[in-house]
């Protein structure tokens, strides 16, 4: 082991939409998690590596807090309860043009049952004013006992490697948990399967959303001519979904597609032969069996 060399794991935790997942993918200084202004856009836990010469951090993206309505939510919430035991660091991110409310209280009083270091991000302050961010910082610092808050702008990349300076402070000395140019543990499948459903939250409607899964049914390398070929199916739960999905013509699952596959040729380094197609499966968000198909399996929290 490297002298004074440091190692650990950061949860990344928050209600809904306040930027986590965009704040890790800022920090590792590449895409993993996927990103969206609907809720429900991160469901699993989705874990990246920062290294340099000093440290190796090891994020954790959650769910983002919020009342389970069926057994998909109860799912999300579990993986955050256990991604918040047995960490080094916790990130409590909230948004600075808001006040704290129920839910960040909620975490809040969670936060203060534990005694692992807390740092307080506070996020989006390139939307107020200097003043108006002193307001937030002292209405949110009132939540719990924080080693330290640090304002950034995930959006902007602004101030966020100060998280890196801060968090190797609580960080005991250890070897690396994965070799030094590893930046996720999540299996490529995984990824291709939320790059898709990115962009399906991005281009449907409001209510849609909640309802889909994407499944990878074949992913396959072929070396010869540097490409994946990708088979994926959309799982939606009604019948009327499925048409707004596939769209007049076609036209809206081949702009999901087309968007899908141009982030998996950027992030692979290769070509991406990708198909994909529209399933319904009613109600499988209260299914424990389609649940676990679909990548959403409890022995995995």
Partial sequence: ???????????????????????????????????????????????????????????????????????????MMRSVRGAMAGVDVILFVVEADSIPGDRDKDIGAKLSKTDIPKILVINKIDKVKREDLAKAVMSYEALGDFKAVIPVSAKQNTNVTEIIKVVKEYLPEGEMFFDEDTITDQPMKQIASEIIREKALRNLGQEIPHGIAVAIDRMEYDDKKDMYHIDAQIICERESHKGIIIGKGGSMLKKIGSQARADMEELTEAKVDLKTYVKVRKDWRDSDILLKNYGYDKKDL
């Avoid at 699993?44 to 190796?56: F, L």
Wanted: glycine share 10%; hydrophobic share 30%; no cysteine.
């Fill in 1 to 75: 082991m490297r002298s004074g060399f440091k190692s650990g794991f950061v949860t990344i935790v928050g209600r809904p939409n306040v930027g986590k997942s965009t704040l890790m993918n800022h920090l590792i200084g590449q895409k993993i998690s996927i990103t969206s202004r609907k809720p429900q856009t991160t469901r699993n836990i989705i874990r990246t590596v920062y290294t340099d010469e000093e440290a190796q951090l090891v994020f954790v993206d959650t769910p983002g807090v919020q009342k389970a309505r069926n057994k998909l939510g109860e799912y």
